[in-house]
Each structure stands twice: as structure tokens, then as C-alpha cells.
């Protein structure tokens, strides 16, 4: 059964700092992995889609990476701002099955 | 485009009632899907649809039905509403195809339920 883990389940940086989110899987078979930013009281927003074939994904400050082989994801935010504070999922899409599998998430609280 | 949306945005349920929680997109998805976030857990998948009168269960079926009679719409009931389904409630969507498999999920703002 697949299981995703994010460790830790909360992190507080000053701002400016370089940060890196992890997460882990236990069953490689997977489709893509999607990392999400939930704040608050609110929907989750997507961040980054990574497909399996793919190594890393970039998106301003954010860069997502996967390896497959060893079960792990990672979130790196360079120059964090107390604007990134949320909390962050990964989530993977199980291959051929429509399920998605999500970790509990990581809190970042970034301090001005 | 709304995007997705939800309603109602919160309720609280007596235990045994029933009721329906509402989801649309305007995004043409032809997927669609229903989870529930319990405090401090991950989002769990309860029911999905791959399109119009296509729906099958996820992870936490038991205690819900749904419906897909429309591309826009996708309905999650409970009946005889219990403690255990108090929760977030998150709809999503996504978009794929044989040529387009993106599967990129966009996620509604939520309903809280409470039974008591």
C-alpha cells in the first residue's frame, strides 16, 4: 500500500533563508507527483505537477525534484518570505488508478 | 472562469441527517474527484468520476454516494450522517486525455462539516 510521509511536520526559518521540504513514498510505481500550498481555512493551490519520466520541475523561487528509485521528493524555496508561510503537501498519483495518495503536509511558518 | 466551487462553506449536521455537498467547475475537466482532510491529516480520496455517468470509489467510500450526470457537476451525498464524517470536505478536478495524461488537480475552497 502506498504510503507518503513529509518530514518534518513543521519548520520555522527567518526570512531570506533557503529551505527544502521532503517527501517520501514507499511504491516507485507511481504516475507524477504534485506538490500543493493550503493556507489556512482554504482549498489547496497546486505548485508544481512532476510527471514520472521527469527529474525536476521550476517555478520562480520553487524548484521540485523526484527520484523515483529511491521514493523521494524534494521542495526547495530559495529566499523564503513570510508570504510562503502555509503548509505544503506532496501528493502522488497512483500509476494506472485514479488515486492520489497525500502526505500530511509540512507547516513552514517564515519569520520576518 | 470560478474555477471550482463549493457550497455550502460550512454546516453542521445532527446525527442520522443526510445531506448533499455541491461541487461545479467551468473548466470543461472531464475529471473529477472528492476527498476529506481530517485535522492534521493528509487529503483522502472518497469517490471519483472520469466523466459524465463514469463515477467509482476511492480510498473512504463508505458512508457516500455520488452522482455525475453533467460535466460541470459532481454532487457528494452522505446519508444517516455520523460523528466519524466530520471533516473538510475538498472537490478537484483535473484535465487528461490519451494525448494530453496532465492529471494536474485544481482543488475548491472547502466545506467543514460538523455531526453531532
Known amino acids: 500500500k502506498q504510503e507518503v510521509t513529509q518530514i518534518p511536520a513543521a519548520l520555522s526559518v527567518p526570512e531570506g533563508e533557503n529551505l527544502v521540504l521532503n517527501c517520501s513514498f514507499t511504491d516507485s510505481a507511481i504516475y507524477n507527483l504534485q506538490w500543493f500550498r493550503q493556507d489556512p481555512g482554504k482549498g489547496l493551490t497546486s505548485l508544481l505537477l512532476?510527471?514520472?519520466?521527469?527529474r525536476e520541475q521550476t517555478s520562480g523561487r520553487l524548484n521540485a525534484s523526484l527520484d523515483k528509485s529511491s521514493g523521494r521528493s524534494t521542495l526547495y524555496i530559495a529566499a523564503s518570505q513570510p508570504g510562503d508561510s502555509a503548509t505544503y503537501l506532496c501528493?502522488?498519483?497512483?500509476?494506472?488508478?485514479?488515486?492520489?495518495?497525500f502526505g500530511a503536509g509540512t507547516r513552514l511558518t517564515v519569520k520576518p | 472562469n470560478a474555477g471550482v466551487t463549493q457550497t455550502p462553506k460550512f454546516r453542521i449536521l445532527k446525527i442520522g441527517q443526510s445531506m448533499t455537498l455541491q461541487c461545479a467547475q467551468d473548466m470543461n475537466h472531464n475529471y473529477m474527484y472528492w476527498y476529506r482532510q481530517d485535522p492534521g491529516m493528509g487529503l483522502k480520496l472518497i469517490y471519483y468520476s472520469v466523466g459524465a455517468g463514469i463515477t467509482d470509489k476511492g480510498e473512504v467510500p463508505n458512508g457516500y454516494n455520488v452522482s455525475r450526470s453533467t460535466t460541470e457537476d459532481f454532487p457528494l451525498r452522505l446519508e444517516l450522517a455520523a460523528p466519524s464524517q466530520t471533516s473538510v470536505y475538498f472537490c478537484?478536478?483535473?484535465?487528461?486525455?490519451?494525448?494530453?495524461?496532465?492529471?494536474?488537480?485544481?482543488f475548491g475552497p472547502g466545506t467543514r462539516l460538523t455531526v453531532t
Open positions: 501528493a502522488v498519483r497512483l500509476y494506472n488508478n485514479n488515486d492520489m495518495r
Open positions: 478537484a478536478s483535473s484535465y487528461s486525455t490519451l494525448t494530453t495524461p496532465l492529471y494536474e488537480q485544481y
Open positions: 512532476i510527471q514520472s519520466s521527469q
